[in-house]
């Protein structure tokens, strides 16, 4: 499997993917706003797109959709909630569908929170790869405010992303690593391994952009800590009635509450 992270340099900072097999040249687009750059990375490597693959529904993700599949002829795929909110959806997708492209194959999670119609994919490789839309950003998690739900973002951390395999590589949506560490620090201040992070990537050319793996989540991402006893201690100064021994799902909302606005 190839992958090419796909830099927009738009006002979403958003990321763009091509998923090549080395075998036989096929690609898929994964939410491929940025058409022209996908087009011209797709050329450059020789590579025919044969498919588009939509996270979800919002406009950053699909607004490419209409010309990449002019150009190429490619099928669309996308959650099988969304075929009234993303257009020509040739084939919807559940959990536990693979798709393929050439000789990878891609698993479907239905990974509901930042919208309710919104699936990664998880490559079956030896070294496994999330593509995770919006739903998990480096260092952060994604926003509910059009079309999600919170505790359905929690669910699908606790029961889902949290149960993959700690090497498995992050590929979000968009380049939102320096603003999430920061968060995790005003949350978290005695975290060294989120200050060591902040450090190395503040100045990173986002098209050279560091991949994490979910081991490393772990320790810098305030939405898997929810345990830590410095985080629930902050986070009682910006919720006074929260316990000292909250529930996980209790600090994950109020974590979400306060990114909200932060």
Known sequence: MIVEQIWTGNAYR?????????????????????HKKCLATAKKHGWNITQVLNTHEHGDHTGGNQAMIKATGAKLLAHHLAKDKIAGIDIGLKAGDTVKVGSVELLVLDTPGH????????????????????TLFNAGAGNCHNGGHP?????????????????????????YINNNLAFSLAREPDNKDAQALLDQVEQQDPQQA?????????????????????????????????????????????????????
Do not use: M
Request: net charge negative.
């Open 14 to 34: 958003n990321f763009n993917y091509l998923i090549a097999c080395p075998k036989t040249g096929e690609a898929l687009a994964i939410d491929p706003l940025d």
């Open 151 to 175: 505790e359905e973002l929690y669910h699908t951390f606790i029961t889902q992303l949290y149960q993959l395999d700690d090497d498995t590589l992050i590929y979000p949506g968009h380049d």
């Open 115 to 134: 919208t309710l119609s919104h699936i990664c994919l998880l490559s079956k490789t030896d070294t496994a790869a999330l593509f995770s839309g919006d």
């Open 210 to 262: 560091l991949v994490t793996t979910l081991g490393q989540e772990k320790k810098i991402n305030s939405f898997f800590r929810l345990n830590s006893p410095s985080l629930i201690a902050k986070l009682r100064q910006d919720f006074p009635d929260l316990s000292v021994d909250a529930d996980a799902k209790t600090v994950f909302l109020r974590l979400r509450e306060l990114r909200n606005h932060w």
